[in-house]
Structures are given as C-alpha cells and as structure tokens.
C-alpha cells in the first residue's frame, strides 16, 4: 500500500514569511497526527485529527501556526509568520485509529533564515 | 506529564558487537511502548512495540521487553550489522481516545565492518 505522502521534501524561506505543508496519508486511516522535530531532538506533537476534528493541540502555537483537515483526508499544515526556531523537520503520520500503529512520511525540512 | 529518557549518544559499534541501547519512562496509567528507526534518507519506521507489562516485542533480531518495575524498555541485538546504522527512538503511547505518542531524543548508531 502506498505510505504517508508529504511535500515538499526542501523548504526555505525568510523569517516573517508564510509557508504551508501537505499530507495525504493512508487511505483509510481516520488518525492524522503532525509532529514537529527540531535537530537533536525527538519528535514533538503538534495537532492530531480524528477523521476532520481536532482532537489534541495543545501543543500547537496557534498565534502562528494552523492546520486543516478538510474532509478527513489531506492535511495542510501553515506557518505565519514564520520565525528562526521554526527551523525543524515537519512530520505527518497516520493511524487506522488512536492506539495503533503510526505510519510516518518522509517529512518536510524547513530551514528559516 | 509523560516522558521519555534515553541514554546519551552517539553510539559506535563494530560489527557483530552487543548492542543495548537504554530507554526508561515517565507515565500516569498504563501506556504501549514503542522503539522506531530512522535509516538515513528514510522517515520514522517502527521497529518494535509492547502493549504492557512483561510484554517482549522483537523484529529483525532486536528485542525489547517492557518492565513495569524499573520503567524501563531497552532495546538490545545480540549481533549488530552495518545495516543497522541508524537512529533509534524511544516513544510511550497514551491509552485512551487521544492517544499521542511521546518520543524520546533518539541515539544515533554507527556500526563500522
């Protein structure tokens, strides 16, 4: 079965710019989770959805950062404006449901300057 | 909250060496436990999990038992190849509806010929 899809792979911008990233994961998995993951570290949660509601964001800085899940399928994820410390590699997984087994993309790099 | 501890890395083996990588955690209820790999150039892939105490989860010659007493869930091969270079993470899964998986900072490991 064909695995998480994200795009782009590369991203650079400015700080102050806006940017956005896309996911389309499993088909058939109502679980999409974004996970944010600065260098050295591990991954760290940031929005989850169950089908297109948002079940967990407390994680999310919501002065700058929103996502949507429109329809329950695809994902975007934004940034604006974007800030230095954002520079982080930017992750999509999905699950059939809560409580099983995650599947993640590549990930988005995003350099900040 | 939740947590995850992982030993400090990076780590350097040679071939055919014991690897035992250390992970312990932090967690109200009874959460899963999970390692995931990240081979170069590839996104986050598990590796192996266990669902609760004194469960052993293993996959491709690792082994990692989950032991409710020291909170712990350490990953171990017996007999390490140069394909495992990698980077390894730790990660607890909360029970319940809104389950998130909690990562540890992960440990990069290099196995030389």
């Known amino acids: 079965e064909a695995g998480v899809a994200q795009s782009p792979r590369y991203k650079i911008i400015e700080k102050r710019q806006s940017v956005a990233f896309w996911c389309n994961p499993i088909s058939g998995h109502a679980t999409l989770y974004w996970y944010q993951q600065i260098l050295g570290q591990g991954p760290k949660l940031l929005i989850q959805f169950q089908n297109n509601g948002v079940v967990d964001d407390s994680q999310l800085p919501k002065d700058r950062f929103s996502a949507e899940r429109l329809k329950g399928v695809d994902s975007t994820l934004k940034i604006q404006p974007a800030k230095l410390e954002d520079s982080a590699v930017y992750l999509c997984a999905s699950s059939q449901q809560t409580n099983t087994e995650a599947f993640f993309g590549q990930g988005t790099r995003l350099t900040v300057v | 909250g939740d947590s995850v501890t992982q030993m400090e890395g990076p780590v350097t083996l040679s071939e055919e060496a014991f690897l035992t990588i250390n992970c312990t955690y932090t967690?109200?209820?009874?959460?899963?436990l999970f390692w995931y790999v990240q081979y170069p150039g590839e996104g986050l892939q598990l590796l192996l999990k266990?669902?609760?105490?004194?469960d052993k989860g293993s996959n491709k010659g690792f082994e990692a038992t989950y032991r409710k007493e020291t909170t712990s869930f350490h990953l171990e091969k017996g007999s390490v190849q140069v394909s495992d270079s990698a980077v390894y993470f730790c990660a607890l899964g909360e029970t319940g509806a809104n389950s998130k998986l909690t990562f540890g900072k992960g440990i990069t490991l290099s196995v030389r010929p």
């Open positions: 967690a109200t209820g009874y959460p899963s």
């Open positions: 266990a669902t609760k105490a004194d």
